[in-house]
Every structure is written in structure tokens, then in C-alpha cells.
């Protein structure tokens, strides 16, 4: 992920600003090529010209492109987006709770060090487009950690729910205080209906869509965005509307 951003580009306050994070530990590697083409046609919708924008991601894609104006990096973003997902059927195990925790926890921090550095941005327009299958476990709005401690800073590397819990609240707290909408992308239902596992019986796979797919929907809500998960075109024109 970038280390800094460059002033000097975030310097005109009257530009949008637009964040485009892909969570490629929570996509699906057989969706890579519908990943590419969504990239584009949100990009296409989204980034006029003279529009910053800065491409992160959290896994082997290995995105981490600083704040520019140049189109030229979306061309080779998408070159870079690959899908690294756990499927479904392994998330749902038991013996895979510890990996499933540990890559939420990754997704978490890269968003929260991201949104930390857009508070230095001056623009006042700033739109962080979050694209994911979402995560297993429960998420309310309005959540809150019972410390006053920054999860983000706490030690160990064990990753239970109330501590990623707490990082996703401290996550849209940092939102609000960069000035930061988020607006979450479920590109799974995008090109028709989803294919669910053969292995999978159909309770287990409806909680793990149902339970996925709001824990995205909590993270963008909480900022005042929202989840395309459907019509994407006619969310794209909102999400533009919103910002500019």
C-alpha cells in the first residue's frame, strides 16, 4: 500500500478524490475476469478527468498506487487484479476460523492506515469505493469497543470477533473523521446469480451469503454510503451524484 500521500497532487481541494480498494483476499479467483471488467466500468463511471485516485489492495494483487491524475494507472491496476478468496466451503470450517479472522484482520488494517492518510487530503470530496464479498461474522451498526484503546495499536496476533469488531468500528470512526464516505461493491450477484458449492448444503450457504453480504452493507452505512449489489450503472450514477 502507498506509504504516503503526495500533497502536491492532493493539493486541488476542488477535484474528487477517489479511493479504490480492493479486497482481493475477500474475491474469488475464478471471478477474476468479471473483476477486471467491473474495475473498469466503475472507474469509467466514476474518475473524470482531473479526478485524483489512488488504487490499493490487500492481497497478492500487490496494488499500492499513490494519489495521481494520471489515467495511465488504471490500465495497469487491472493488469494486477486477481482474485485470492477462500472459498465458501472452507470458510464455513471450523479448523479455518483462525485464517478467515487473520485475513479480515489485513483487510481492516490496510482500509484503516488508507483512511488515516486521506485525512491529510484536503479535498473536500472523498468517496473510498470498497469492493469485497464482505465477511463471516456478525457486524451491527453502531458498534462500539468497550476500551478506549485503538484496536489497530493493540499487540498479539490473536484476532477474535469483539477485536474485529472493534476495528471496523474504529474503522468508520476514522471515516467520519477524514471525511470519507464508503461505498461497499458485492461484485458476486454483478454477472448473474452466484454459483454455490456443491458441497454446500443450502442452510449453510444462505447464512453465509446473508451474513457476507451485511457485513459490507454495515461498513458502508455507517459512513453514510451504501452497497451496490445490484443495477450497477444506475448505482454508479448515485455514487457520482453523491460525491460531486
Known amino acids: ?15 474528487n478524490l477517489w479511493l479504490i480498494f480492493i479486497d482481493d483476499l475477500h474475491l474469488d479467483f475464478r471471478a477474476t ?17 482531473g479526478d485524483l485516485f489512488a488504487i490499493v489492495s490487500t492481497g497478492p494483487s500487490s496494488i499500492a498506487i499513490d494519489l495521481t491524475r494520471d489515467r495511465g494507472r488504471l490500465t495497469q491496476a487491472v493488469g494486477q487484479i486477481t482474485g485470492a478468496a477462500l472459498k465458501p466451503s472452507d470458510i ?7 485464517e478467515v479472522r487473520y485475513r479480515a484482520h489485513v483487510t481492516f488494517s490496510t482500509a484503516y492506515s488508507v483512511m488515516k492518510m486521506l485525512a491529510l487530503a484536503p479535498n473536500k470530496r472523498k468517496a473510498f469505493i470498497y469492493i469485497s464479498n464482505g465477511y463471516y461474522f456478525d457486524l451491527w451498526p453502531g458498534a462500539s ?17 469483539e477485536r474485529l469488531r472493534a476495528e471496523v ?3 468508520t470512526r476514522q471515516a467520519a473523521r477524514s ?19 456443491p458441497s454446500m448444503k443450502d442452510a449453510a450457504w444462505q447464512e453465509y451469503w446473508t451474513t457476507t453480504r ?9 459512513t453514510g454510503g451504501h452497497v451496490i449489489q445490484d443495477d450497477v ?5 448515485q455514487i457520482a451524484s453523491a460525491v460531486r
Open 179 to 197: 471525511n470519507v464516505t464508503i461505498f461497499g461493491i458485492d461484485p458476486r450477484a454483478l454477472s448473474g446469480p452466484p454459483t454455490i458449492e
Open 1 to 15: 500500500m502507498p506509504t504516503r500521500w503526495s500533497l502536491n497532487e492532493a493539493g486541488s481541494a476542488a477535484a
Open 233 to 237: 450503472d444506475e448505482n454508479l450514477k
Open 33 to 49: 475476469g468479471h473483476l477486471k471488467d467491473l474495475f473498469k466500468q466503475i472507474t469509467d463511471a466514476l474518475v473524470r478527468e
Open 92 to 98: 464455513l470450517q471450523p479448523v479455518t476460523n483462525q
Open 145 to 161: 469497543s468497550s476500551s478506549r484503546e485503538n484496536p489497530f495499536l493493540a499487540g498479539g496476533n490473536e484476532y477474535g470477533l
Open 169 to 171: 468500528a474504529e474503522l
Open 214 to 222: 451485511k457485513s459490507l452493507q454495515v461498513i458502508s452505512e455507517e
